[in-house]
């Protein structure tokens, strides 16, 4: 099986947040501490080193982890958080995870890990009522396909995966780890609920 520590896990935080009113989702407060900081304690643990995809408010980000922009300042969605993470994390391997998942389980890395088998498979968190695509495992050698997809224009996370093999892994056992974060009034909620 792939070891948890070989591999890289990347937060995405690179998007325009245009459903929390235009705010850089990854520094907005929760329980005390940014988005960010969550995700931050529960990779670090799990995996070999922990990256941040961001495109504003660089330096903030500096000061808790490396951060890496995309390549072009389009705001491309999640897959120019892929294409920026599969580009320089240090490792062959990256796990994905978004800045608005603050709660996700401790057994990820090492679930998504046992899931992949080839270096074209594609992990993926499967709550059993649906895919996080966002949250995936992916190996470097898919960058040249990625590259090459969205140099066509195509922006759908969906389409490109399946030009590969995707691996959904099953995590129907704690769907509440995967609560995302989308609207100010989710936000509101998990704060009014007890922090863990």
Known sequence: MLDPKDITAVIL??????RMQGA??????????????????????????VMINANRNL???????????????????????????????????????????????????TR????VHRHDDIAVVDDGTQLHAATA?????????????????DRKLQLWFEQ???????FSDMPEAFYNLNTPDALQALEASKAP
């Open 13 to 18: 935080a690179g998007g325009r947040g245009l």
């Open 24 to 49: 850089d989702k990854g520094l907005l407060t929760l329980w005390g501490q940014p988005l960010v900081c969550h995700l931050l304690a529960r990779l670090k643990p799990q995996t070999g080193q």
């Open 59 to 109: 330096a903030q980000y500096r000061e808790l982890a490396s951060v890496i922009p995309d390549s072009e300042l389009s705001y491309a969605g999640p897959l120019a958080g892929f294409q920026a993470g599969l580009a320089h994390a240090p490792s062959e391997w990256v796990l994905f995870v978004p800045c608005d998942s603050p709660l996700i389980p401790d057994c990820l890395a």
């Open 112 to 115: 998504l890990c046992a899931a």
């Open 137 to 153: 495992l992916i190996h470097q050698s898919l960058l040249p396909s990625l590259c090459n997809y969205l140099d066509g224009g």
């Open 164 to 170: 590969h093999r995707l691996v959904p892994v099953d």
